[in-house]
């Protein structure tokens, strides 16, 4: 199917203001007042209406093309999308776009049962490894090494479930140089399947846990894209990798758990545990001597509520970083925006045990819930912070589709993250 773009507004026998109309050669999209937003709207209309293989005609410029590529999917099944006739850095930029994104989808929407801890980081160094063999090695820690080493959080969350908690340590060094230093390391969420544990969701929020892998995909997928880009710097990527699940071996309310750098800290939800493996994978990032560290996750209820779905939220105590990040989603066309982050967001779980409890004991945290989270991993991060940004991912999946975006992973934050690295 021929897609044609057009200034035109749709004859009168479309209706008024007619976002799409049917032509001799294909079907028109007429743009109005926000033209990339109107042709992922067509392409999501058109996608729905069961079209699987479309042809974009005539002049597209590359967002155009991007947006259009964002709404023409279905979780349903495989599409087709040929681009439109464009320079080869435009179609280079397209086809790496496509295939980390793709990359995404296929990861996030996969089911719980398909897409455990060991599978995630099995696929992820597979993808990235495939993208510069020569370029990458990585390690696999589980089940109780990850105890022996010392990383309490990916451990306690993980170890309710048959399948084993998993961290993966991959290092994309295109130098080869073993003492070249580490320019960024990036640090993702991978919970294949969140029950809450003893805290346990409801069915209707539990329903689309599988999704809460999300930040993982998202640092792979970027970390790819940048590779393709042609990226030259040295970039670890650190996956925390668990299924939170109920048995007689899961982790329970008022535990203390002891981290690599000391902090105590007592378990009141145990739904709150993307936190806890993450402060892990920060830890193992700032021993890296990384400068600019990135952590995303699908962390909190709280930045969904603040934002919606169609915003990321940025946090971090190192300002000028943060502002730099949400100019750059801006320029990507990724929404975010920055929440709240302050030190005495540090000490806003409070425990009478511990150096600090990983929520506070009420529902979604309390008031400032994304922030208090985001203090929480403050802990953990080295430089006070310098260098350091959490991307909570309100907008990286949506759960029943809208007129933008069908079902499933939306891939928004992996371009933030990659111009990130390019420029890091």
């Given at each position: 199917?021929?897609?044609w773009l ?14 799409l109309?049917?032509?001799?050669d ?47 999917q ?14 080869e ?13 793709r ?33 990458v ?15 309490a ?24 140089d073993?003492?070249a ?12 399947f ?19 892998m ?24 650190i ?14 309310l ?21 936190r ?7 830890q ?8 600019l ?7 909190t ?10 915003y ?15 100019q ?43 922030s ?35 079902p ?17």
């Amino acid at each position: 199917m021929n897609i044609w773009l057009s200034r035109e507004p749709a004859a009168p026998e479309w209706g008024e203001g007619a976002l799409l109309s049917w032509r001799q050669d294909g079907i028109a999209i007429h743009l109005g007042h926000t033209p990339l937003e109107a042709i992922q709207q067509a392409a999501r209309r058109l996608c729905s209406q069961g079209i699987r293989q479309a042809v974009l005609a005539g002049h597209w410029e590359r967002e155009q093309q991007w947006a259009f590529a964002q709404g023409f999917q279905t979780p349903k099944a495989e599409v087709e999308l040929q681009w439109a006739t464009c320079d080869e850095a435009d179609r280079a930029e397209l086809e790496a776009r496509w295939l980390c994104g793709r990359w995404v989808r296929e990861m996030t929407n996969a089911t719980p049962e398909q897409l455990g801890p060991l599978e995630l980081a099995v696929e992820a160094a597979a993808f990235i490894t495939e993208l510069a063999p020569d370029k990458v090695s990585h390690r696999i820690l589980k089940g109780e090494a990850l105890q022996q080493a010392g990383w309490a959080g990916i451990w306690a969350v993980g170890r309710g479930s048959d399948r084993e908690p998993v961290l993966l340590e991959l290092d994309f060094n295109p130098g080869r140089d073993p003492k070249a230093p580490v320019a960024a390391a990036l640090v993702g969420k991978g919970i294949t399947f969140d029950s809450g544990g003893y805290s346990m969701k409801s069915s209707e929020g539990m329903l689309t846990m599988k999704s809460d892998m999300g930040g993982a995909a998202i640092v792979t997928a970027a970390l790819g894209l940048a590779i393709l880009r042609g990226l030259r710097q040295r970039v670890k990527l650190i996956l925390c990798c668990a299924e939170n699940l109920v048995s007689g071996h899961a982790y329970k309310l008022g535990d203390i758990l002891t981290y690599k750098n000391g902090t105590t800290v007592e378990i009141v939800n145990t739904d709150a545990e993307g936190r806890l493996v993450l402060a892990d994978g920060l830890q193992l990032a700032g021993a890296s001597g990384a400068a600019l560290i990135i952590d995303a996750a699908t962390l909190t209820g709280a930045a969904v509520m603040a934002l919606g779905g169609h915003y990321n939220a940025l946090f971090g105590l190192d300002k000028g970083l943060v502002e730099r990040a949400r100019q750059v989603a801006e320029a990507e066309h990724e929404p975010a925006w920055p929440l709240p982050l302050e030190p005495w967001h540090q000490g806003m779980c409070p425990s009478h045990y511990a150096d600090t409890a990983n929520s506070r004991p009420m529902k979604g945290g309390g008031p400032g819930g994304a922030s208090n989270a985001a203090g929480f991993l403050s802990r953990f991060v080295p430089r006070e912070g310098e260098g350091w940004l959490h991307i909570d991912l309100a907008a990286c999946f949506s759960d029943s589709g809208d007129g933008l975006w069908a079902p499933g992973a939306t891939t928004l934050g992996m371009r933030t993250i990659a111009r990130l690295l390019d420029e890091a």
